[in-house]
């Protein structure tokens, strides 16, 4: 099978550590053998692209202000799905990670961006939720569903985490 003709799309909806560190997985993995990668991030998905060095609180309602500084911003403030244990499951898992010279989340996020894997925003979480696409990771582009389904239409392989 020739795998650098071929496309993965990944749709992450999650907002979690361990979730967001699986779709990172997959995709360096993907990006490894060749296929072309692209990972569509819609609602608690955008917190992982959120970039802290970039936030603002400018131009917002009272809402999305509230929303924006109570929520995390990016891949070292996500919490884990189960066993968070207010942070001590992660503390944990991290740990666990280091003892076995595993990439933490950032690492794989930094991977992902140098192999070429193409992040997408969904334009109405974005929307609604208060994040502006400068307040994101540099080269996050915000599209709308209509454009992401036209790109997983276009995939061999296409997951929803």
Request: net charge negative; hydrophobic share 45%.
């Amino acid at each position: 099978m020739d795998t650098h003709s071929k496309k993965v799309n990944l749709i992450l909806f999650s907002g979690e550590y361990d979730k967001a560190l699986a779709a990172l997985i997959l995709a360096n993995a993907a990006r490894e053998i060749g296929a072309e990668v692209t990972v569509f991030c819609a609602f608690w998905g955008l917190f992982l692209l959120r970039d802290p060095e970039r936030m603002t609180s400018q131009d917002k309602t009272l809402y999305e202000g509230l929303f924006g500084a109570l929520t995390p911003v990016g891949p070292d403030q996500l919490p884990l799905s189960r066993m968070n244990i207010a942070g001590l499951g992660k503390q944990m898992l991290l740990a666990m990670m280091q003892d076995e010279q595993a990439p933490t989340l950032k690492e794989f996020l930094e991977g992902a961006r140098r192999k070429g894997v193409r992040f997408y925003g969904c334009k109405l979480s974005a929307d609604v939720m208060g994040f502006q696409e400068e307040e994101l990771l540099p080269g996050v582009e915000i599209v709308t569903a209509t454009d992401y389904l036209k790109d997983a239409l276009e995939a061999e392989v296409q997951l929803f985490i």
